[in-house]
């Protein structure tokens, strides 16, 4: 009983704050947070479609599901590696700010 | 308007609201703990979506996992309880511009599909299909093939995580 | 449907009725029988507390040779009552420098982690909250919640001790739900469903009986959540300050204390539901109100276990606990899990008593294998700690001399 385009402009909503953390932020961590957020509006607009879909075609439809759980899977992994590569860096550059990581810079 | 409708439009505010805190709050820790907030609401989206599967397992692996990962992370890199000073970079506004188009962009083009304004009615209680779902996954002729390759991704994940995050004892000195 | 047989449901649908003959319609009468039955279900619990302290001090001080309490009441009954009004009435001290919703939410959190398991436990056929189809995955998420209740308590709180605290905590439970997780995936296998209605109404015979294995895995693995002794680094009173609570005072550091109670006793209830066949008994079938008295037997042993397990065994030491998760239980629930996944799939064909039987002779041959491996790698002989010179507090040597040896 809900329309489609609320979740639709929800989820492009979070997608854009999101974005705006990713580009603007500081912090590495914070970025990743960000990361977390974008992933987080793909995976509502994939079960608003998965959920139209299904009562579209009557069935319950199994590739939208597959779908949000492999961004789950990949969102784990990705902040696993992520966060660990953070601490590295902290460790070595005692900052876990990316605008101080200008080890290229010369 | 009906109830679910009222419930969708609180739980959806909560959440951009604090979607907006977590890139804009200036501790840390507070963007963490709006972050719990936000995944929180996304999870209910999906409750509303009928997809109780997903929004048991968001809970699961996003606040219970993630943003504890996150948090812990937060509190071994140190500036944790002092960062009055601002977050974000000097030329913020150029990002928000850029995200306020995009927003206009994926609104406005989403705008023209004709069943943009289809109404999601409620689906049978076996809609979400559990047991297909989970035999699609083992199945040769569905998705076997990106779950085994995304347990090899968690599995890698997993080893190459601890290799990056461990203190060598000699170079530590 | 007679009062006797299941006087629960038989108030609630009384209730029903009432609400209607006043005009309520049936969706707005279900609102409020949730809501009520919601509120009936947690202060029971938190009354019921109240005993389960009182049996929790008999019972240590049985185990320590002591009485236990037994000044107030009938058997001390009424001590955990005089200790509930004590911290009732202390004043509510908040240190400077809280993050003030942090500091106020996590006691909170806490308790509610904890009671919102009772909301998908089935105490008996026809008495439960809600029978969802993800039910075991909901017990183990809630639990996550709890995990964030400890950090919002250590960060907000504004000292170091308690973020310190906070941090062995969280670290604790996170690796422990990993073979708690994957021991509760042999139920859900065997039955076939996640929802917890339907493990207990699969239960013939009990699953304890089908996967000891498994059972002894989750049983150690939901004593280690709960955060009790010997699994209690995080408040180890008598070695640390309190842990990620230590700045709490009067009632909030009551609700921690609350909590953890609870905690204990919704892990043993956990514990009957997924592995001791839960309301299921003689009779239980056609009188449910009988279902509830066998559920609060079982769990009632089920807690003794606990506290016995608590009363007997020393306190481990962190990379201990932590060799017990990753080198023990992890390894052994996956092998469980992979054997049982592989025997019954090759005998699903066969009567299910000879596939019961077999279940249970591969059980426990990997509980025989698994004991003789851990065997083979305990170490019977210590290396010497004190290798090196220590100061010893002798007359001579009152004062320590700055780099004379202290830093071992």
């Known amino acids: ?106 | 308007m009906s109830g679910l409708q009222i419930v969708f439009l609180i739980v959806a505010v909560v959440t951009l609201f604090s979607g907006v805190m977590v890139v804009a709050s200036r501790k840390m820790m507070h963007s963490a703990l709006w972050l719990i907030l936000t995944l929180l609401g996304v999870a209910i989206l999906f409750a509303t979506l009928q997809a109780g599967f997903f929004a048991i397992v968001q809970v699961l692996v996003y606040i219970g996992a993630i943003s504890i990962l996150i948090i812990f992370t937060l509190m071994l890199t140190r500036r944790v309880m002092d960062d009055e000073h601002p977050q974000v970079i000097k030329g913020w506004w150029l990002p928000a511009v850029m995200a306020v188009i995009l927003f206009g962009l994926i609104a406005g083009f989403l705008a023209t599909w004709e069943d943009f304004q289809v109404m999601l009615n409620e689906l049978p209680a076996d809609a979400e299909n559990l047991a297909a779902f989970g035999s699609a996954l083992v199945n040769p002729a569905g998705y076997v093939i990106p779950f085994e390759v995304a347990s090899v991704l968690l599995l890698a994940a997993l080893v190459g995580a601890i290799y990056i995050a461990v203190e060598r004892k000699e170079k530590v000195g | ?408």
């Open chain 3, 1 to 408: 449907m007679s009062f006797w047989r299941d006087p629960i449901i038989f108030i609630i649908e009384w209730a029903k009725g009432l609400l209607a003959g006043i005009g309520w319609g049936p969706g707005w009468a279900t609102i409020v029988g949730f809501v009520i039955g919601a509120f009936v279900l947690a202060a029971g619990a938190m009354f019921f507390v109240v005993f389960l302290i009182w049996y929790e001090r008999k019972l240590i001080g049985r185990l320590q040779d002591r009485f236990g309490p037994n000044r107030l009441g009938p058997w001390g009954l009424f001590q955990p009552i005089a200790d509930m009004l004590k911290i009732f009435t202390k004043e509510l001290i908040t240190p400077s420098g809280v993050d003030w919703i942090a500091y106020n939410l996590a006691p909170v959190l806490s308790v509610a982690a904890v009671l919102m398991m009772w909301a998908v436990t089935p105490f008996s056929k026809t008495f439960f909250g809600v029978n969802i189809s993800v039910g075991i995955l909901f017990l183990i998420a809630v639990g996550g919640l709890g995990e964030v209740g400890i950090i919002l308590a250590g960060w907000g709180s504004n000292n170091k001790y308690a973020l310190v605290g906070a941090l062995r905590a969280v670290a604790q439970l996170c690796s422990y739900e990993v073979p708690f997780v994957i021991s509760a995936l042999v139920p859900v296998m065997l039955t076939g469903s996640m929802s917890l209605v339907d493990i207990v109404e699969a239960q013939n015979p009990w699953y304890i009986l089908v996967a000891p294995a498994a059972a002894l895995v989750f049983f150690i693995a939901s004593v280690a959540e709960t955060g009790r002794a010997p699994f209690d680094l995080a408040e180890a009173e008598s070695e640390i300050v309190a842990g990620y609570n230590v700045e709490y005072s009067g009632l909030k550091f009551g609700m921690f204390f609350v909590g953890e109670f609870l905690h204990a006793f919704t892990a043993s209830f956990i514990f009957v539901t997924v592995f001791l066949g839960g309301w299921r008994g003689p009779g239980a079938d056609q009188i449910p109100v009988l279902g509830l008295v066998y559920f609060m037997i079982k769990t009632f042993i089920v807690y003794f276990a606990l506290i016995l397990f608590r009363g007997t065994n020393p306190r481990f030491r962190i990379d201990q606990m932590m060799d017990l998760n990753w080198k023990v239980l992890t390894p052994l629930s996956l092998v469980v899990i992979m054997v049982i996944a592989l025997v019954d799939r090759l005998f699903a064909s066969s009567a299910d008593w000879l596939r019961t039987v077999i279940l249970l002779a591969a059980n426990l041959a990997i509980l025989v294998v698994a004991e003789r491996l851990i065997r083979r790698g305990v170490k019977t002989t210590r290396p010497e700690v004190g290798s090196r010179e220590r100061p010893v507090a002798s007359p001579d040597n009152l004062f320590i001399q700055p780099g004379s040896g202290a830093k071992g």
């Open chain 1, 1 to 106: 009983m809900i329309p489609l385009s609320w979740y639709l402009i929800a989820a492009a909503a979070l997608f854009c704050i999101g974005l705006f953390g990713v580009l603007s932020r500081k912090n590495a961590v914070s970025i990743l947070m960000s990361v977390e957020l974008m992933l987080n509006a793909v995976n509502i607009n994939l079960l608003a479609f998965w959920h139209y879909h299904t009562q579209l075609q009557g069935a319950g439809q199994i590739t939208p599901q597959v779908f949000v759980a492999m961004v789950f899977i990949v969102a784990a992994a990705e902040v696993a590696v992520g966060l660990a590569l953070i601490i590295s860096a902290y460790r070595r550059r005692e900052t876990p700010v990316v605008d101080e990581m200008t080890l290229l810079k010369g």
